[in-house]
């Protein structure tokens, strides 16, 4: 996995919630032959955010795109484009994968980024409590993936492959703030 700290400043991070605080919210979706609102699965919230945001987001991951690609040893060319979520208080993910297998025609998805807007913990202003993504790491001669929790850090870019497993733990309180993306 890449972990990048201070990806963006807090400033922007303040901009992007911003932007995130003035837009319509819709329960956000899952695809399951289809794209459906499954809350059992998924409870969380997509943020129509202005253009000028989305512009932002996507200069702004375009931009790391290199140092991801170099990471990972994977030539990474485009992305999906810049998704912004809200998970409020109860908010989680189940575990899932961004991608059904290696290379899927639909969705060609290499590269899963979280960017963090938010930070957790006890006084983090505008922050939450829970709310860690839990990457679930392959190893070696058919052992069982190891978790990782990543506790919420504003600023910090989380970058994975898309075939891992992955989950939102539940957010016990606050708000949790993220730009998602998939880098082909």
Known sequence: MFVLRDAISPDACA??????????LTPAEIFADGFVVDPAVRHSSEADVDANSIADAARL??????????FFETPLSASEGPGFLRYVEGGFYALHRDVAGEVDREFPRRISVVLFLTTNGAGAAGGCEGGALRLYRPHGNGAEPMPVDIPPVAGTLVAFPATWMHEVLPVTAGVRDVIVDWFY
């Open 61 to 70: 991951l375009a931009d790391i795109r290199p140092q991801v690609s170099s």
């Open 15 to 24: 901009r992007l919630r911003a932007a995130i605080d003035q837009s319509a």
